[in-house]
């Protein structure tokens, strides 16, 4: 009779222990991310997708992310999209349709992404963009789609005002100029530079393959320019400015590039490199970051044992963004309640870049987020941040409006 | 004016440098064996991350690090001639094409395990600049330009002066002459492969120290390398010297003074009429 009861006992116990332990499970939201890990766009995706991963692992070890009763744990699933439109889409699509994800981050570069964004729209998805800085992203009105990095006319309306101020009145550029968003940089550029009466002299051109731009900058010289303005992905933009030293061009150079000390150390000297100007968004730089910056810097370096590129941070907010979301959303499942709730959010206070809100929001009505923009030199081998550069967040999120 | 046209050719003559080593390889083992290799340009990155390997990884200067990885290359010629091509140097021409090709992925893919998907600079310590009037020349081209001719000069003396080399322009003449005269046929593939990949090896040597080597980056070499074969004339050791030195120079002149985002088309334009005034190429024998 006793081990009757005794069995029963402990039947009824295992019963309630087993049903204890499914209703505290934890859950799994499985996030994407679709980016460049490999070739040339690499300097900037793969940075992304390590920033992402860190910060899933961030939250997981807080607790999760909160969703009513619920708590769920992130994993992250990343695929090589090489920066290449097909294989973006064929990453993403293979997200959605295999892996089941619904919020898809990273996207550090503009042909890849617009590529996927021209089909998000109609997917039941939630695309948040990093470094990819082609104006159009955002202004086709897609409602689960949102950005982190501004456009980059935000940012060459900026930079062109800095230099029309240093007083150069006829500036040279070279750049990859078929990339859009590169051309739409130098055109805010241009514009600066007219209404003090300065002029851009020459446009060269070089793809995101060239190494030898010589003969471009043989060409610029000639022209004897007052400085040049390099844009383009790092690897290319170090071997320019290493190539105008060993061509004698002793001239300011300013660049659009976004790349770490260590990215253009590769290719360069430091004594090559010493006074360029990189007019960008405030991205991660020590100088000027904030204590969330600082932080940032030291758990990736020793994670990765690499120091984490400026831009990286854009795809780690992007994560910090989403998990707000959900939590204000209240669900998982439902990706418009969730893109929703991105679009109504103040920034949240684990972000490491320094965002300009609109409205009070982090995004404006575009899905577009704003950071401010910095001067920044190299000096005895570091980028060094000089200034602030002037940037009406308001002003060019209404103007972005205006686009289709 | 007089000095940009200047400065354009010694910046071409640098790229040129790299394109004629690399036409060289290709030219030896097109004109002799009759095989297209694809994966020269694979092959000759290989060499170059070696390179960058033994210097950045294992401490070994520049000096050391390059006789090394020429002696890899040319053992690494010896295993792709006698695993990949003989087993179908009697078969159709097709299987050798097909090889080439699989090879070529089969390199970029080894590459990429090997030394991952970063672009690599070799260092060099090279970064003096000379200036001469007007224009200016880094102290780093002007090594590649003299290790190009050295290595030119050696490869036409070996060709021309030694038993070796003559039997290697017997089999690319006529093979079954050569072997009634008695020349070791068997042995000849064996060195071609050998000394070919050899000069592609110091090609990626070059290319890593001037520019980068990144994964893709040989099979846009082993492109100009074929148009410059074709340009000098098929087989032709100086048809292929002139062939990339034309091409490198018309590169840099076109890049200068036409446009920066047309150099590769003005370039094979330049070829394609050469190669209508003289289809058979610069210094290419008439058929």
Sequence with gaps: ?404 | MLIEILQQTINGLAIGGVYVLIALGLTTVFGILGIAHFAHGSVSMFGGYLTFFLVTSQGLPLIAAIPIALVVGFLLGLLIEIVAYRPVRNANHINAFIVALGLTMMVEGINLQLFGHEQVVIPTGLSKVFRLGGITVPELRIYVIIAAIVLVAAMMLFVEKTKTGQAIRAVAENRDAAILMGVNVKSIPLIVFGISTSLGVAAGIMVGALFAIAPGIGEGFVVKGFAVLILGGLGSFPGAILGGTVLGITESIAAGFISSAYKDVIAFVVMILVLLIRPQGLLGRSP
């Design chain 1, 1 to 404: 009779m006793f081990n009757r009861v005794k069995t029963g006992a402990l039947a009824a116990l295992a019963m309630a222990l087993a049903t204890t332990s499914a209703f505290a499970a934890e859950k799994k939201l499985t996030i994407g991310v679709a980016d460049a890990l490999t070739g040339g766009g690499a300097v900037y995706g793969l940075p992304q997708a390590n920033a992402v991963r860190m910060a899933a692992d961030e939250i997981n070890a807080a607790g999760g992310i909160k969703v009513g009763s619920d708590t769920y744990k992130i994993d992250v699933i990343a695929y090589d999209d090489k920066a290449n439109p097909t294989e973006a889409t064929n990453a993403v699509r293979k997200l959605i349709d295999r892996d089941g994800v619904k919020y898809i981050l990273g996207f550090c570069c503009s042909g890849s992404t617009s590529a996927v964004a021209s089909f998000i729209g109609n997917e039941k998805a939630v695309m948040l963009v990093g470094n990819a800085a082609e104006r159009s992203i955002t202004t086709k009105k897609i409602p689960n789609l949102v950005r982190t990095r501004p456009p980059a006319d935000f940012t060459g309306q900026a930079a062109g005002t800095f230099i029309a101020r240093k007083g150069q009145k006829r500036i040279a550029v070279i750049g990859a100029l078929d990339v859009g968003f590169y051309a739409q940089y130098v055109d805010s550029v241009e514009r600066e530079l007219k209404k003090v009466g300065s002029e851009i002299i020459a446009r060269e051109v070089f793809t995101l393959r060239d190494r030898d731009m010589t003969p471009q900058l043989t060409k610029i010289r000639a022209l004897n320019p007052d400085a040049i303005l390099v844009v383009g992905y790092v690897e290319s933009a170090a071997f320019v400015y290493r190539q105008a030293v060993e061509l004698g061009m002793n001239i300011p150079r300013y660049g659009f590039t976004s790349g770490s000390e260590e990215q253009f150390l590769r290719v360069t000297t430091s004594a090559q490199m010493e006074g360029v100007w990189d007019l960008r968004p405030t991205e991660l730089d020590l100088l000027s970051a904030s204590k969330n910056g600082i932080a940032y810097h030291a758990n990736y370096t020793k994670r990765y044992n690499a120091t984490p590129s400026p831009s990286s941070p854009y795809a780690y907010d992007q994560l910090y963004v989403l998990k707000a979301a959900i939590e204000v959303a209240g669900t998982v499942d439902d990706t418009v309640a969730v893109a929703r709730a991105i679009r109504a959010l103040a920034i949240p206070p684990q972000v490491v870049m320094q965002y300009l809100p609109v409205d009070g929001k982090m995004f404006d009505v575009n899905g577009q987020a704003y950071t401010t923009n910095g001067a920044f030199q190299w000096q005895k081998g570091k980028w060094v941040f000089v200034e602030d550069l002037p940037s009406d967040a308001k002003a060019y999120s209404q103007f972005l409006s205006t686009l289709n």
